[in-house]
């Protein structure tokens, strides 16, 4: 059974910082690409960050500069450190583990960021 499991999210004033975590079971982690997406109310879910199992790496342009994913193989988990945090960044961010056709999400974990 593969599981996904988000932590780390919460409320952070403007300028703030959060780091979420995901951390894996049931999938061979280390081959998946994996990637952060987030949903704000009333929008789609949008691609935030991605790593590939090689280690390539993608952002969204607005979070360039300000986030950072980065993987660790050996305990299965996969981050999302987020500086100089923005009202625009409030959302629920979904952990994502893909691989040819398959695909699975975590449950999500709730970033606001208000002052």
């Known amino acids: 059974q593969v599981q996904l499991v988000e932590s780390g999210g919460g409320l952070v004033q403007p300028g703030g910082s959060l780091r979420l975590s995901c951390a894996a079971s049931?999938?061979?982690?280390?081959?998946?690409?994996m990637g952060w997406y987030r949903q704000a109310p009333g929008k789609q879910r949008e691609l935030v960050a991605r790593?590939?199992?090689?280690?390539?790496?993608s952002y969204l342009d607005s979070v360039k500069g300000r986030f950072t994913i980065s993987r660790d193989n050996a305990k299965k988990t996969v981050y999302l450190q987020m500086n100089s945090l923005k009202p625009e960044d409030t959302a629920v961010y979904y952990c994502?583990?893909?691989?040819?056709?398959?695909?699975?999400w975590g449950q999500g974990t709730q970033v606001t960021v208000s002052s």
């Open positions: 994502n583990a893909a691989l040819g056709g398959s695909m699975y």
């Open positions: 049931g999938i061979s982690f280390s081959i998946y690409g």
């Open positions: 790593i590939t199992g090689g280690g390539t790496i």
